[in-house]
């Protein structure tokens, strides 16, 4: 009985999913080629990053994630609109939470179209998550060192493998973060930096979902074709 309750609940949901995308061809298509981005207020103080990168991942890739805690607000900003529109669809029908709380303010917001330089970037494998390895460090080591590069969407370590995955919270950082850091000694050991696949709901929306992230030669070096060192606070 149980296992037939869960079936009809997925069945449910798959076809809501369905009748929403099929509502987005109904919106107006100047709406559509403007608003690619949310902003959601009265965040509470203990929702981070994370929370919400995971959340709007269901709908579609992530541009952006930025929280404003003096205005308890957050932008949310996609790659791709029809992602957006979804996301805003799923809150109309009183369906949209960040964990346990429930999101009744969103609005969306037009956004500057993303220009030939950014899908360039997406298509050659850009994304805003990162794979790191040859990485012998902690993980308050690996925040030290990426959060200059923008905020962290999460850091998870594999120490049995030394290879780590950072997450960031815009593409800009994680492309800037890569170029920066790929090739450099960090403790003595030369870390490869590289784009790591962005993980999204199986019914995400938008052009953008389906490129693949290319991987990245493992024979690293700077911009100037030198390696370079990267200084963290010394190891007790």
Not at 16 to 39: I, M, N, Q
Not at 47 to 64: F, K, P, W
Not at 117 to 128: D, K, N
Request: proline content about 2%; glycine content about 6%; hydrophobic content about 35%.
């Amino acid at each position: 009985r149980k296992k037939k309750n869960f079936d009809q609940n997925i069945e449910s949901y798959q076809f809501w999913l369905t009748t929403e995308e099929k509502k987005l061809s109904e919106y107006d298509t100047a709406y559509l080629t403007s608003v690619r981005a949310v902003v959601i207020f009265d965040i509470p103080m203990d929702v981070s990053e994370h929370d919400i990168c995971a959340t709007a991942n269901q709908y579609g890739r992530l541009n952006m994630v930025q929280i404003d805690r003096k205005t308890h607000r957050c932008i949310v900003e996609f790659i791709d609109v029809e992602s957006c529109a979804l996301m805003l669809s799923r809150s109309r029908q009183g369906m949209l939470f960040l964990r346990y709380f429930k999101i009744s303010r969103i609005r969306g917001i037009p956004v500057k179209e993303l220009d030939d330089q950014f899908w360039s970037l997406l298509h050659g494998g850009a994304t805003r998550n990162l794979y790191i390895g040859n990485a012998h460090l902690s993980e308050q080591e690996l925040r030290e060192l990426f959060s200059p590069f923008g905020a962290l969407d999460s850091v998870a370590i594999l120490p049995h493998k030394h290879i780590a995955f950072v997450n960031m919270t815009s593409i800009k950082a994680a492309v800037t973060a890569r170029s920066t850091l790929n090739g450099s000694y960090v403790y003595h050991s030369r870390i490869i930096v590289n784009f790591a696949k962005e993980k999204i709901g199986l019914h995400a929306v938008g052009s953008s979902s389906g490129i693949k992230t290319s991987k990245i030669s493992n024979n690293p070096k700077s911009n100037d074709g030198h390696s370079s060192n990267v200084s963290l606070r010394s190891r007790s």
